[in-house]
Structure formats: structure tokens, C-alpha cells
């Protein structure tokens, strides 16, 4: 038996490219479908797992998936904004904690959410180094992104502007790192955690500048009525929140109408929940309160019904394969015939050829199934981050 | 000894119909068989070599009668008995020298490849001028090395008979002495027969006996 993979590892070895095509062929064929399957087992268990997680959303009227997919895993499609009114109602409600979700600025990559202390505890969260927020300005970074970014606690972090060509927008903001989570194996590894009020800072709705009173420039008041001062551009902003400049920082208009993306609505009980939901099925409210396990479950639908298309999809490119496969080695077998003719003159019987060409196959269906293992480890390996880059950007 | 008697063989399609009397090779005796193409030269070897049944009449070689083997005997017998040395040599493309040689031992279980059958083969392709070539590509030696090669397969499991069909059809006249020189050393080193089927007329002299297959004649 071992003098027969001897002479078809001699063959495949001297057929280098025919063999290599062949294995390629056989690995795909078999690595495919595999590998999406992995993929969408983790898609499911990492979608579901945080979607069950998060009893109630509430959220602008609008795509229920948008605003899960922000809310829950930061991805990039931004829902309609809601604002901090929408939080204090549940809040006045004492029917549910409500805990505030603003996503929509970048530090190096990686998403800045804004929220409160109660997401850390509702989460699970721990501090791995460092403390928790406790003032403006400060950033609590998820594991991955420290690692990433290399960030300890003390370092400092640059949010980053959302269009560089917009100089009138969004200024960058220096945050310091007060902290380090420990891993989760969520998406919360890989977000920059601020305090809601630091996510308006970073949009410019709450800033800080130089004392008016103590300018050494007059042209720097372009005008001043009662109770109103209007400055130029050449006031200094601050960029970075210190304890010297912390107290420089201010609202500008009402709080109660800066925006969110979500509320994470942690009800009381079953009938709070039940309560607060009816309380949203008005068709006239703004809002929307979801229960993102039930979104989730409508795209896992559609996501495996896509998978059904494909698993049919290359059920027939497989077989189409298989037959070029079989034609490859039928007319590789014929061209063969010289060989096989000289191998039986000399003595050996149809069964050993056959055990010959079986060896082949054996060598090749081995070769190709080591091949479609690594293939499989390595996507299982990295399936959390594949996953984060198809469904959440 | 190899002995013939009544043999009748013919094609399906009747494109040959060969038919033989009587006809004996001593051991140890080196014969040429010549004859017009399609005469019946190859098929004559086919059916010593058990590879073709006769229609009717008996081929006995040594004790052996091969028309009354079994499939399987019938190879068994061919493998052992028996060596091929064809006119184009039939090596295996993908195998270099050495596994040429040793290919006969691996393709079946009547023989056992053994550390002294390695032996063998190197010391029988030292023999032939091959000892330094052992592990290059078959595809990479001139004509005159590819069939000392296949000599060397031929002759590793001691065959008492070796058949060569043509098997210095292929060289240039320079080889063809050579190779038959070293052919002959072989096979009366074995003490095996020699049953050579040839159209040079040439080299028949060097035969002990010279069969024309057309005309039932022999000389020596």
C-alpha cells in the first residue's frame, strides 16, 4: 500500500501545476460553503449574543436596523439623532433606567461613545488599568483599541475630525486616557468610551476658549450686546480639557435638546418593559423602542435565506467542478493509456492500477482537506473581526 | 526451456491468424525471431508472456504451462519469470532511474522489495553504466541510457526469460552493439533465455539462432 502512494506522490510531485490546480479546485470546493458557515455561526452568536443582551432601544422613528447596529455594535450607519428630552422622559418615567448612546465621532479608527457610568455596570464592563471617567474630556479605551493604538492610561487620544476639508467643523479634541477596559470579546473592545457630555465637546456643542474679559485684542469682538458677546475666529478654542481651562467650558442652548443616536432602556420589570413599549407604538411619537433581539432575528432571516441562494449557488458551481474535476482525471487517465499498458505487460493487475490512481486521488482529497482545515482555522481565528468588517463596517 | 506445440491464436477482427508446429529454446539459448511487420512476431511474445491465450495448442515454459494459468497466476508468473525489454523503452516519465529499476517490485505483491533488492539494482545499474545516474530523471538520459534502464527493470527480479521486442530499434548504430552486448552479458550472467524479436539483420549473428516466423525456418 505504501509502494502505491510512493508512485502516485512520484506522479503528482512530477505534475507539479496539474497537481496544484487539482488540490486548489478540491479545497475551494470543499473550503466555500465550510467557511461560510463558520462565518454566519459567528455571525449569529455574536449578533444574537448582544442583541439579547440589550432588552429595549429607543431610537428615532426609522430604520430599526440602523439604529441596533449603531447602538449595539457602533457600527457606521448613523440613525436619525434623538435628543436628551427622549432620555429624561424615560428617565421621568421610573419605569426603566435609561442610559444614553451617542456614536458618531472616530478617534484613530476606532468609534467614540458617548454615555454614562451606568453602560460601564449594564455591560459588565471592568477596568483592566487605570479609573473610571470622572471628568469632561477623559476617554475610557476598549482593550483591543489600547493595544492597537498602544494607549495606557495618561496617554492622550485625538478625535478625529469628520471631514478634514470642513474648516469650519468639528475641531479635533485631545482626550486623555484614564483608563483601560478588560477584554469583553464584544464590540465594547473596540470602542473609545466617553462621557456624553465629551461626545458634544468633540461636536463643538459644549466648548471652551479664552476669557473674553482678559483679551488682549479688542478686535476680537466682532459684537456685544446685554448678555451677548459675538468673537471673531481669533479667539483661542481649547483643544484639550484641562483642570485649568475645565471650568472655561459651557452649554451652549439647552442640554435637553442635544442630540443622541439611542437610549438603552433597561425596564424595571417585564410589565415596565411592556408599559414603556406600549407608551412608543403611537404613531405620532418621534421614537421608536425596539426590542433589538427581534431585529436582529429579521436579519439572520434574510442573512440565511441570502445563505441559502449561495449554499445552492455552489452546490451547482460544486458540481460543475466535480465533473471538470472527473473529466480532468478521466482524460488524464487516457493519456495515461501508454503507462497503464506498459505497468500491465510487465505484471500488475488492474486492481493495483486502480490502487495507483485511488492513491492519487487519496494524496489530493488529503492535500486538499489539510488545506481546507488551515483555510477553516484561520477564518474561524479571525471570524470576530471578518464579522466586524461585513455587518458592522 | 520453452516449448510450443500446436499453437493457434488469432485476433477477433482476424487480422492475424498465427499458427505454430512445434518450437523449442534450449535455457540459456539467446534466439532472434525476425519476420515482416504483422507477421505475428510481437503477438508470438504476448503469448509466451501469458498476456495473450491461445486459441488452442500449449506454451510450457520451464515447468510452467502459461496457457492454463489463471489471470492471476499468469501475472505472478510474468513478473517473476519474465522480463520485458521493449523497442521504446516504456519507462515511467515521472520515476528517476532507481524507481524505474525498482517500479516492477512496487506494482505488485508477487515481489518484495527488500534492502538487498535495492542492492541489486544498484549493483545491476552499475553494471550497465548507470551507477552515477540513479536519481535523475528518466526524461533527461540519451536513448542508448534510457534503455539500459529499462534493461536494468527487466533483469532486477532474475527472470528466466527476458523478451525484447525490438529493443534496438531505437539507436543509433553506435548503441546498438552496446546495448546488446550488455543485454547478452545480462542474461547469460542470469543464465536466463533471450527470445529477441528484431528486423536488423545485422546483429543477427550474434544470436546462437535466428527464427523468420513467416517461413517456419530456423538456422543457426
Given at each position: 500500500?505504501l509502494d502505491?502512494?510512493?508512485?502516485a506522490?512520484r506522479?503528482?510531485a512530477?505534475?507539479k501545476?496539474?497537481?496544484?490546480?487539482?488540490?486548489?479546485c478540491?479545497?475551494?470546493?470543499a473550503?466555500?460553503?465550510?467557511?461560510?458557515?463558520?462565518?454566519?455561526?459567528a455571525s449569529?452568536?455574536q449578533l444574537r449574543?448582544r442583541a439579547?443582551?440589550?432588552?429595549?432601544?429607543?431610537?428615532?422613528k426609522?430604520s430599526?436596523?440602523?439604529?441596533?447596529m449603531?447602538a449595539?455594535?457602533?457600527?457606521?450607519?448613523?440613525?436619525?439623532?434623538?435628543?436628551?428630552?427622549?432620555?429624561d422622559?424615560v428617565?421621568?418615567?421610573a419605569l426603566?433606567l435609561?442610559?444614553?448612546?451617542y456614536?458618531r465621532?472616530q478617534?484613530r479608527g476606532?468609534?467614540?461613545v458617548?454615555t454614562?457610568?451606568?453602560?460601564?455596570?449594564?455591560?459588565?464592563l471592568e477596568i483592566?488599568?487605570?479609573?473610571p471617567?470622572a471628568m469632561?474630556g477623559?476617554?475610557?479605551v476598549g482593550a483591543?483599541v489600547a493595544?492597537?493604538?498602544?494607549?495606557?492610561?495618561?496617554?492622550?487620544l485625538?478625535?478625529?475630525p469628520e471631514?478634514?476639508f470642513?474648516?469650519?467643523?468639528?475641531?479635533?479634541?485631545k482626550l486623555?486616557v484614564?483608563g483601560?477596559?478588560?477584554p469583553?470579546?464584544?464590540p465594547?473592545?473596540r470602542?473609545?468610551?466617553?462621557?456624553?457630555?465629551?461626545a458634544w465637546?468633540?461636536?463643538g456643542?459644549?466648548?471652551?476658549h479664552?476669557?473674553?474679559g482678559?483679551r488682549?485684542d479688542d478686535?476680537?469682538?466682532i459684537?456685544?450686546?446685554?448678555g451677548?458677546?459675538?468673537?471673531?475666529?481669533k479667539?483661542a478654542q481649547?483643544?484639550?480639557i484641562t483642570?485649568a481651562?475645565i471650568?472655561?467650558f459651557?452649554?451652549?442652548g439647552?442640554p435637553?435638546g442635544?442630540?443622541l443616536?439611542?437610549?438603552?432602556?433597561?425596564a424595571?420589570?417585564?410589565?415596565?418593559?411592556?408599559?414603556?413599549?406600549g407608551?412608543?407604538?403611537n404613531g405620532e411619537s418621534p421614537h421608536q423602542?425596539v426590542?433589538?433581539?427581534?431585529?436582529?432575528?429579521?436579519?439572520?432571516?434574510?442573512?440565511?435565506?441570502?445563505?441559502?441562494?449561495?449554499?445552492a449557488?455552489?452546490g451547482?458551481?460544486?458540481?460543475a467542478?466535480l465533473?471538470?474535476?472527473a473529466l480532468?482525471?478521466?482524460l488524464?487517465?487516457?493519456?495515461?493509456?501508454r503507462?497503464?499498458h506498459?505497468?500491465?505487460?510487465?505484471?500488475c493487475?488492474r486492481?493495483?492500477i486502480?490502487?495507483?490512481?485511488?492513491a492519487?486521488?487519496a494524496?489530493i482529497?488529503t492535500?486538499s482537506?489539510?488545506?481546507c482545515?488551515a483555510?477553516?482555522?484561520?477564518?474561524?481565528?479571525?471570524?470576530?473581526?471578518?464579522?466586524?468588517?461585513l455587518?458592522?463596517g | 526451456?520453452?516449448?510450443?506445440?500446436?499453437?493457434?491464436f488469432?485476433?477477433?477482427d482476424a487480422s492475424?491468424?498465427?499458427?505454430?508446429?512445434?518450437?523449442?529454446i534450449?535455457?540459456?539459448?539467446k534466439?532472434?525471431?525476425?519476420?515482416p511487420?504483422g507477421?505475428g512476431k510481437t503477438t508470438l511474445?504476448n503469448?509466451?508472456?501469458?498476456?495473450?491465450?491461445?486459441q488452442?495448442?500449449r506454451?510450457q515454459?520451464?515447468?510452467?504451462?502459461?496457457?492454463?494459468?489463471?489471470?492471476?497466476q499468469?501475472r505472478?508468473?510474468?513478473?517473476?519469470?519474465?522480463?520485458?525489454?521493449?523497442?521504446d523503452?516504456?519507462?515511467?516519465e515521472?520515476?528517476?532511474v532507481?524507481?524505474?529499476?525498482?517500479?516492477?517490485?512496487?506494482i505488485?505483491g508477487?515481489?518484495?522489495?527488500?534492502?538487498?533488492?535495492?542492492?541489486?539494482?544498484?549493483?545491476?545499474?552499475?553494471q550497465?553504466?548507470?551507477?552515477?545516474?540513479?536519481?535523475?530523471?528518466?526524461?533527461r538520459?540519451?536513448?542508448?541510457?534510457q534503455?539500459?534502464?529499462?534493461?536494468?527493470?527487466?533483469l532486477?527480479?532474475?527472470p528466466?526469460?527476458?523478451?525484447a521486442?525490438e529493443?534496438t530499434?531505437n539507436l543509433?548504430?553506435?548503441?546498438k552493439?552496446?546495448?546488446?552486448?550488455l543485454?547478452f552479458?545480462?542474461?547469460?550472467?542470469?543464465?536466463?533465455?533471450l527470445l529477441?524479436?528484431?528486423?536488423?539483420?545485422?546483429l543477427l549473428?550474434r544470436?546462437?539462432?535466428?527464427v523468420?516466423?513467416a517461413?517456419g525456418?530456423?538456422r543457426s
Open positions: 500500500m502505491s502512494f510512493y508512485v506522490w506522479y503528482l512530477f505534475h501545476a496539474r497537481t496544484a490546480t487539482l488540490v486548489a478540491v479545497t475551494l470546493l473550503a466555500l460553503p465550510l467557511a461560510l458557515q463558520v462565518l454566519l455561526e449569529e452568536r449574543a439579547e443582551a440589550t432588552p429595549l432601544l429607543l431610537g428615532a426609522g430599526a436596523l440602523d439604529l441596533v449603531n449595539l455594535y457602533f457600527a457606521d450607519a448613523m440613525p436619525a439623532p434623538i435628543s436628551m428630552a427622549a432620555q422622559q428617565d421621568a418615567s426603566a435609561p442610559i444614553p448612546l456614536v465621532f478617534a476606532f468609534p467614540i458617548g454614562t457610568l451606568d453602560y460601564f455596570d449594564f455591560r459588565g483592566a488599568r487605570g479609573r471617567l469632561l477623559e476617554a475610557l483591543e493595544a492597537r493604538l498602544g494607549l495606557t492610561p495618561g496617554d492622550g485625538l478625535s478625529s471631514t478634514v470642513d474648516l469650519a467643523g468639528v475641531y479635533p479634541l486623555r484614564v483601560v477596559l478588560a469583553s470579546r464584544s465594547d473592545d470602542a473609545v468610551f466617553v462621557d456624553v457630555k465629551t465637546v468633540v461636536e456643542l459644549v466648548h471652551g479664552a476669557d473674553l482678559r488682549a478686535s476680537v469682538i459684537e456685544q450686546t446685554e451677548n458677546t459675538i468673537a471673531s475666529a479667539l481649547y483643544t484639550e483642570e481651562n471650568a472655561s459651557h452649554f451652549h439647552d435637553a442635544y442630540p443616536n439611542a437610549v438603552i432602556v433597561v424595571q420589570d417585564a410589565k415596565s418593559g411592556t408599559l414603556l413599549r407608551r412608543y407604538l423602542l426590542l433589538p433581539g427581534a431585529v436582529i432575528d429579521g436579519l439572520l432571516a434574510d442573512v440565511f435565506r441570502i445563505k441559502r441562494v449561495l449554499d449557488v455552489i451547482v458551481v460544486g458540481l467542478t465533473l471538470a474535476l480532468v482525471f478521466t488524464s487517465v487516457r493519456l495515461r493509456q503507462e497503464i506498459t505497468l500491465f505487460r510487465i505484471g493487475s486492481f493495483t486502480a490502487r495507483l490512481l485511488g492519487e486521488m494524496i482529497a492535500a482537506a489539510g488545506l482545515g483555510a477553516l482555522t484561520a477564518v474561524h481565528a479571525s471570524s470576530d473581526e471578518l464579522v466586524r468588517r455587518f458592522f | 526451456m520453452i516449448r510450443i506445440e500446436a499453437l493457434e488469432s485476433y477477433p492475424l491468424k498465427l499458427r505454430v508446429k512445434s518450437f523449442q534450449a535455457t540459456g539459448e534466439l532472434a525471431l525476425i519476420g511487420s507477421s511474445l503469448l509466451v508472456a501469458g498476456i495473450l491465450l491461445p488452442r495448442g506454451i515454459c520451464q515447468d510452467v504451462e502459461v496457457s492454463s494459468l489463471g489471470d492471476r499468469r505472478d508468473f510474468r513478473i517473476r519469470s519474465i522480463g520485458f525489454v521493449f523497442q523503452f516504456q519507462l515511467i515521472y520515476l528517476h532507481l524507481d524505474n529499476i525498482l517500479h516492477p517490485y512496487r505488485t508477487a515481489l518484495r522489495l527488500t534492502p538487498q533488492v535495492r542492492e541489486r539494482a544498484r549493483t545491476l545499474a552499475a550497465m553504466g548507470m551507477g552515477d545516474k540513479l536519481h535523475r530523471p528518466v526524461d538520459l540519451s536513448h542508448g541510457e534503455q539500459r534502464v529499462a534493461i536494468c527493470r527487466a532486477l527480479p532474475s528466466a526469460l527476458v523478451l521486442d529493443a530499434g543509433d548504430p553506435c548503441n552493439g552496446l546495448i546488446l552486448d543485454l552479458a545480462s542474461v547469460a550472467d542470469q543464465g536466463a533465455t529477441a524479436v528484431t528486423h536488423d539483420h545485422d549473428p544470436f546462437d539462432r535466428v523468420d516466423i517461413e525456418q530456423s
